[in-house]
């Protein structure tokens, strides 16, 4: 890495479906192209909807395994690896950052389909390294917030910042037959956060429950939303706000994805 790279993005994906792995479309084409846009980093802090628990935790493998969290899909989906490195340093520099977050290492995770679904797109090669943070599903969502702000300055030392997840993801509702459909209560919810980044009005998208009903309908579940937040949380002051892939799957499912670079 050259001394004077310049600090890397905080990028928030819409993940969507595990089977994007397999797929050809709008948004795996976006992130087949996102890397070229920035410089390569030292390594990539990820912050998955899918390691949702009680406390925070940081991956301290050296060799972290690929999770096959998912269900119904294709056999060669289950036989996929993706064997980026982890990085012992980083994840003890990400808990020396949160320390009064009660931060600890873990070695009993890995990549789940958050991360490496993604990242098998992104950095096929597979050559960086990555460590995931944990969301503590007990925490609110000004905590998880101020973890991104302490995990900003990471940014400038050559770590990429990614959270995976989706602004709308209401999976028990979703119009199986009209794959590129949009519910309108997921277009006005989408767009309100959508704004509130635009703006940099953070509180709105940490207080989205406050955009009522259609808020709840859109985010039955807070563990893909909450990525998002750490996203923000790293926004610094001179970052432009890109959107790609904006659209909806299904109905209910964003795919928005948001570079504050």
């Not at 920035?38 to 999770?67: L, M, Q």
């Not at 992104?122 to 390294?129: E, S, T």
């Not at 993801?169 to 309108?184: D, E, K, S």
Request: charged share 15%.
């Amino acid at each position: 890495m050259s001394e004077q790279q310049s600090v890397m993005p905080a990028i928030f994906i819409g993940h969507g479906s595990p089977g994007n792995i397999l797929e050809d479309n709008p948004a795996t084409r976006m992130w087949e192209s996102l890397a070229s846009e920035f410089d390569t980093p030292k390594g990539i802090v990820c912050v998955s909807a899918h390691w949702y628990i009680k406390g925070t935790a940081v991956t301290a493998n050296e060799n972290p395994r690929t999770i096959h969290d998912f269900g119904g899909f294709p056999q060669i989906m289950y036989e996929m690896q993706y064997p980026a490195p982890g990085s012992q340093a980083l994840a003890n520099h990400i808990v020396a950052l949160l320390e009064e977050e009660d931060a600890r290492l873990d070695s009993s995770w890995g990549f789940d389909h958050g991360t490496w679904c993604v990242l098998s797109k992104v950095y096929p090669n597979a050559d960086i390294p990555v460590v995931q943070l944990s969301i503590d599903r007990t925490q609110s969502n000004e905590y998880h917030f101020n973890v991104g702000k302490k995990l900003s300055a990471l940014r400038e030392q050559g770590y990429l910042i990614l959270g995976s997840g989706n602004i709308v993801h209401n999976l028990g509702v979703m119009n199986w037959g009209a794959r590129g459909t949009t519910y309108p209560w997921a277009q006005r919810f989408g767009d309100y956060i959508r704004d509130a980044v635009i703006n940099d009005t953070p509180e709105h998208a940490i207080n989205y429950l406050a955009f009522g009903p259609e808020a709840q309908q859109s985010v039955p579940s807070p563990d893909h939303y909450l990525p998002l937040l750490y996203v923000l949380g790293a926004r610094k002051p001179a970052d432009k706000v890109a959107f790609k892939s904006q659209y909806c799957e299904y109905g209910s499912l964003d795919m928005t994805t948001i570079v504050l670079s």
